[in-house]
């Protein structure tokens, strides 16, 4: 495969998940607002997210303040931030336009009809009272590109791709939103409703409160989060079932390419043996906040040795 190619793919599969990710942060830090003003408590939520999403210094160099209005607008529309909602949208398109062969006609449809909506929306089209319907739409036409890519991709290189792009961004976006909530999950207990909720607005932000309680059948405990979210592989999008992804679709890519390894081959799987190894009483005792720094670093590190293994070699 071209790297141009690869390197298209494999960001188109980075955007729209980045994109659903940053829709379902949005909406349940909407709820969480709207819960600490009820209780008059004070807790910066909206900071926060821009901080779970690596778009704090970008907001501030044009905000000096992070109201509701402010971060909503950009996260989902300002054209100075690429991670938002409708750039990563428009990026995609850009990289998919661009591989427009190796598409299904589903995967096209999805992405080309979705920004054909959102080309055309505006600050009126999402705040307010119509932010989690246009949320819920956001995640809706993810999981329909995403459903389309798993029903009707041939098995090649080019879905490989595709889904190393998306495994890698949810390693990235699940760390990130740990990161940001580690003096939480570092506690002994949950001493208030607003802890909480605010534990509850974790998982739900990656769609597992319900498989939590189902796994551990028990209330909320700040240590049991963390671990689902960084070392239980059947939750899909904890830290471990993205590397054990990303080590099989690399993998996968090698016997394609004639067995053809690099350091990006070592790298996650050094990662993926050390995540199976590990125990969260360890990790919390050695200090949360440092392990997910490393953790972030760490993906951004391996999708660097990815790209300068298949695209820029």
Request: proline share 3%; hydrophobic share 45%.
């Amino acid at each position: 495969m071209l790297s141009r190619t690869a390197d298209s793919l494999f960001w188109l599969g980075r955007y729209t998940e980045r994109a659903g990710n940053l829709s379902r942060a949005l909406a349940v830090t909407s709820r969480m607002a709207s819960l600490t003003d009820e209780l008059n408590a004070e807790n910066d939520q909206w900071r926060s997210l821009l901080i779970a999403a690596g778009s704090e210094p970008g907001f501030f160099r044009h905000h000096k303040e992070a109201t509701e209005e402010n971060v909503v607008d950009f996260l989902v529309r300002d054209p100075a931030n690429p991670s938002g909602v409708i750039p990563c949208f428009s990026a995609a398109r850009q990289n998919g336009r661009s591989v427009r062969t190796a598409l299904t006609v589903d995967m096209w449809s999805a992405l080309s009809d979705s920004w054909a909506h959102l080309r055309h929306v505006t600050a009126a089209d999402f705040q307010g009272g119509k932010l989690p319907g246009f949320l819920e739409w956001v995640r809706e036409r993810v999981l329909l590109f995403n459903g389309a890519a798993m029903d009707t991709m041939l098995r090649d290189e080019a879905w490989l791709f595709v889904q190393l792009g998306t495994a890698l961004e949810r390693a990235d976006n699940t760390a990130r939103l740990l990161d940001v909530k580690h003096d939480l999950l570092s506690a002994q207990a949950l001493d208030s409703t607003v802890q909480h909720g605010q534990c509850q607005a974790v998982l739900l932000s990656v769609s597992a409160l319900r498989a939590f309680h189902w796994t551990y059948r028990e209330r909320l405990d700040p240590a049991r989060v963390a671990e689902f979210l960084i070392l239980k592989p059947e939750m899909p999008r904890s830290l471990a079932a993205c590397y054990a992804r990303v080590c099989e679709l690399l993998d996968a890519i090698a016997r394609l390419q004639g067995g053809r390894r690099g350091e990006c081959h070592r790298l996650a799987g050094e990662v993926h043996a050390r995540l199976g190894a590990e125990r969260i009483e360890g990790i919390l005792k050695s200090g949360l906040h440092e392990y997910l720094t490393q953790a972030i670093d760490g993906v951004a590190t391996l999708g660097g040795e990815i790209e300068a293994f298949y695209i820029r070699s």
